[in-house]
């Protein structure tokens, strides 16, 4: 793997056809999680601000799609890295861009869901500081999740 940083990299708002080339590059990000029916242009459309890609010479690195509630909470609905660019600081990265979007929305908290035996996602979100708890049949019955949340008034660092 290649030394990839935000050297030769920008952070932008996505546009429907950033969202098709995650889609058809999906294992990249994904692996073998089908996760395409979530990647919805809705979002894209309605919330552009909130709804970013990392872009370097070498395409797509990753992307964060989410938006910001009326109750002032900034929703991460997707974030993903391509998989040779782990471990630079992307997530990172595209979450700090994330929550100065959403704050600049009024936003006053960051708030994410997995599967509770996402073990990369767990891990992820608890270093940058968000409080994880297991909500029973938070999707439907039998169907529990991790959620994640974070105060803004302190930065991503």
């Not at 395409?36 to 395409?59: I, K, M, N, Q």
């Not at 938006?67 to 992307?90: C, E, K, N, S």
Request: aromatic share 8%; glycine share 8%.
């Amino acid at each position: 793997m290649g030394e990839l940083g935000k050297r030769d990299e920008i952070v932008r708002q996505a546009t429907v056809r950033d969202l098709h080339e995650v889609i058809d590059d999906h294992a990249r990000y994904w692996g073998e999680r089908d996760l395409r029916s979530l990647h919805v242009c809705a979002l894209v459309h309605e919330f552009p601000e909130t709804s970013l890609v990392a872009v370097g010479d070498d395409g797509i690195r990753g992307y964060i799609l989410g938006f910001v509630t009326p109750a002032r909470v900034a929703y991460a609905h997707l974030i993903a890295t391509r998989d040779d660019t782990r471990g630079t600081g992307l997530g990172r990265r595209l979450y700090t861009a994330f929550a100065t979007a959403a704050s600049q929305q009024g936003a006053v908290q960051l708030k994410a869901i997995t599967s509770p035996t996402n073990e990369g996602s767990i891990s992820f979100h608890r270093s940058l500081d968000f409080e994880a708890r297991l909500i029973e049949d938070y999707d439907g019955p039998g169907q529990p999740r991790m959620v994640f949340t974070r105060d803004l008034s302190q930065p991503l660092s």
